[in-house]
């Protein structure tokens, strides 16, 4: 364990000690924020349209404010995880210091879960300020809590699995740029693959990344679901360790 919280706090003061984790959580914290606002007028402005109210009904918080709030979430991590896990593994052996991390008496396991580790606070920190908005939205409004929970568990596991494909695609170059846009195009793959296909019944729509989610957002947390998030965490740190321990025999 100490081996692994000194992993976990080596790449967080690496993090932080550059401009990349600030500028990664301000532009997430940014978009997200605009678009949170986007629905939210767009609820309001429904709220004093008598036509929509006709055709549609009561109005709902969670369809209109809350769902979409967290669809454009998930989008915007398929986008910004990429750069923050390029520099994970393709900076060590940028900077000549993997030889000596992977020859250390460092178990290759500790490293790869260490450094997911790290990635994955950073990550949570993300989640944790967009839930600022949501914060805003529960004092003066009413929206489905439980429906609020397991939409965070959904983005916290389809995040985490962003992570490890990300990792894997950091051990696979030196090059930070080559790795994040490997890792984006890996990820953007498994999103669009199958994704108009139901998860139930076509091979594809399993595959998808997204039709996993689905479920989350609505308030719904599967165990079908969970698992397929947990094996695609376990199969990125797997292929990871493959990886750098091929290396290590070279």
């Given at each position: 364990m100490k081996s692994l919280y000194t992993i976990v706090k080596r790449e967080l003061r690496s993090y932080f000690a550059s401009p990349l984790a600030y500028i990664i959580l301000v532009v997430f914290?940014?978009?997200?924020?605009?678009f949170f606002f986007l629905y939210l007028?767009?609820?309001?402005?429904?709220?004093?349209?008598?036509?929509?109210?006709?055709?549609t009904g009561d109005l709902n918080l969670n369809n209109l404010v809350v769902l979409p709030y967290f669809g454009t979430i998930s989008i915007v991590l398929l986008l910004i995880v990429p750069l923050i896990t390029m520099r994970l593994i393709a900076d060590e052996k940028k900077n000549y210091t993997a030889e000596l991390l992977f020859t250390s008496p460092l178990n290759i396991r500790t490293i790869?879960?260490?450094?997911?580790?790290?990635?994955?606070?950073?990550?949570?920190?993300?989640?944790?300020?967009?839930s600022i908005n949501i914060f805003v939205l529960m004092v003066h409004g009413n929206p489905d809590f439980g429906a609020v929970i397991s939409g965070y568990v959904g983005l916290l596991l389809l995040g985490a699995s962003f992570?490890?494909?990300?990792?894997?695609?950091s051990s696979l170059t030196e090059n930070q740029l080559i790795a994040a846009v490997i890792s984006f195009g890996?990820?953007?793959?498994?999103?669009l693959v199958g994704?108009?296909?139901?998860?139930e019944s076509s091979v594809l729509g399993?595959?998808?990344?997204?039709?996993?989610?689905?479920?989350?957002?609505?308030?719904?947390?599967?165990?079908k679901d969970v698992v397929y998030y947990l094996s695609l965490i376990f199969l990125g740190l797997f292929l990871t360790y493959t990886s750098l321990d091929s290396e290590r025999w070279r």
């Open positions: 914290q940014v978009i997200s924020a605009r007028q767009g609820f309001l402005q429904f709220q004093f349209d008598p036509s929509y109210q006709l055709q790869v879960f260490g450094k997911f580790a790290a990635s994955l606070i950073l990550l949570i920190i993300m989640l944790l300020l967009s992570l490890s494909v990300g990792i894997f695609a890996v990820l953007l793959v498994l999103w994704a108009l296909s139901d998860a399993y595959i998808s990344v997204i039709n996993h989610y689905e479920d989350f957002s609505k308030g719904l947390i599967e165990l």
